[in-house]
T-cell receptor, first 114, second 112 residues
Framework: KAGVTQTPRYLIKTRGQQVTLSCSPISGHRSVSWYQQTPGQGLQFLFEYFSETQRNKGNFPGRFSGRQFSNSRSEMNVSTLELGDSALYLC?????????????FGNGTRLTVT | GESVGLHLPTLSVQEGDNSIINCAYSNSASDYFIWYKQESGKGPQFIIDIRSNMDKRQGQRVTVLLNKTVKHLSLQIAATQPGDSAVYFCAEIGDSGYALNFGKGTSLLVTP
């Protein structure tokens, strides 16, 4: 099976712009999660989608949003970018079990805000 | 390479030795734990998981030990190889049951 695929791999944006990141989960996986990774804060949970519904959301401002499509592919959007949004954004998928099912991560999108 | 943590604890071991990476978790109600390995420029890679009804689980060259009394998790890597050099994260299921809470990570450096 192909792994989790994230596009683009790298992005450079300026403050105030908005950005959309894309994620294709492992085939058959219906749950997609997004995480932000920074040197200072480590890996932090953004949100999780299952069957096009957001089931859980982390402690991030409303500028961070996401959605999931009927084919389980997901996008996340960050509006009005700030310098502090520079990070590695990781998408992960898993089978629909709530417990006992590890997340499988993509290689991330490296976002740099200047 | 990319830095995933400016002040990560670092463990340096010689090739062929066994490695032990420790992790303290915070959620006493968590019943599922995972270890991930992250190499430079890549996303976290699943290594091994364990449920709270177990205290030990073995994989290929890896063993995870869970001590719920002191909320401690460890990852043992047997016969460590240069390819094992990476940052290792433990993770626990958060209160919601959907999100993972990650530790800060430990950088493992394997020297020849």
């Amino acid at each position: 099976k192909a792994g989790v695929t994230q596009t683009p791999r790298y992005l450079i944006k300026t403050r105030g712009q908005q950005v959309t990141l894309s994620c294709s989960p492992i085939s058959g996986h219906r749950s997609v999660s997004w995480y932000q990774q920074t040197p200072g804060q480590g890996l932090q949970f953004l949100f999780e989608y299952f069957s096009e519904t957001q089931r859980n959301k982390g402690n991030f401002p409303g500028r961070f949003s996401g959605r999931q499509f009927s084919n389980s592919r997901s996008e996340m959007n960050v509006s009005t970018l700030e310098l502090g949004d520079s990070a590695l954004y990781l998408c992960a998928s898993r089978s629909e079990d709530r417990f006992g099912s590890p997340l499988h991560f993509g290689n991330g999108t490296r976002l740099t805000v200047t | 390479g990319e830095s995933v943590g400016l002040h990560l604890p670092t463990l340096s071991v010689q090739e062929g030795d066994n490695s032990i990476i420790n992790c303290a978790y915070s959620n006493s109600a968590s019943d599922y734990f995972i270890w991930y390995k992250q190499e430079s420029g890549k996303g976290p890679q699943f290594i091994i998981d364990i449920r709270s009804n177990m205290d030990k689980r073995q994989g290929q060259r890896v063993t995870v030990l869970l001590n719920k009394t002191v909320k401690h998790l460890s990852l043992q890597i047997a016969a460590t190889q240069p390819g094992d050099s990476a940052v290792y994260f433990c993770a626990e299921i958060g209160d919601s049951g959907y999100a993972l809470n990650f530790g800060k990570g430990t950088s493992l450096l394997v020297t020849p």
